[in-house]
């Protein structure tokens, strides 16, 4: 069994569909046991997580701290926490507008986007963009989410 929390500290109210997409894109990744995060933020902090664990000076929309990536964690079969998703709200909201979709598919988005990034995938290259993307629309599509 998964368990994810979502804190909006106020910024958003309209998510109710990300514990269904949560819990089918753990399904179709074949992850178990998971525990995660995700923290819905202003434009000042994500700015300053990005500054302070980042080194970049700059507002982005999401930020993931993939707890996978400490080797000093020791992980059982019953749990695997998996980290902290930071979303940044603003941001979203901007997005879906420039893109020309629902603010619905973009938070979506940026919620794979995180999960994935929990659990190892990066697109510092055009070969691990291209499996990323790829994995994030199949996700997507998944649950009719579209553009």
């Known amino acids: 069994m998964n368990d994810f929390t979502i804190n909006d500290l106020g910024l958003y109210k309209d998510y109710s569909y990300l514990n269904e997409l949560i819990e089918y894109a753990l399904?179709?990744?074949?992850?178990?046991?998971?525990?995660?995060?995700?923290?819905?933020?202003?434009?000042?902090?994500?700015?300053?997580?990005?500054?302070?664990?980042?080194?970049?000076?700059?507002?982005?929309?999401?930020?993931?701290?993939?707890?996978?990536?400490?080797?000093?964690?020791?992980?059982?079969?019953?749990?695997?926490p998996l980290g902290e998703i930071y979303i940044c709200i603003p941001r979203m909201i901007e997005q879906a507008k420039e893109y020309g979709h629902s603010e619905k598919r973009e938070l979506s988005f940026l919620t794979i986007h995180g999960l994935l990034h929990l659990l190892g995938y990066d697109h510092m290259n055009a070969k691990e963009e291209k499996e990323m993307f790829e994995l994030q629309e199949l996700i997507l599509d998944g649950k009719d989410i579209t553009r």
């Open 27 to 80: 399904d179709y990744l074949q992850v178990k046991n998971a525990i995660l995060s995700i923290i819905f933020v202003d434009e000042k902090t994500i700015r300053e997580i990005n500054r302070d664990y980042r080194q970049q000076d700059r507002v982005t929309d999401v930020i993931s701290f993939a707890f996978e990536d400490n080797e000093n964690i020791v992980y059982n079969d019953m749990c695997r």
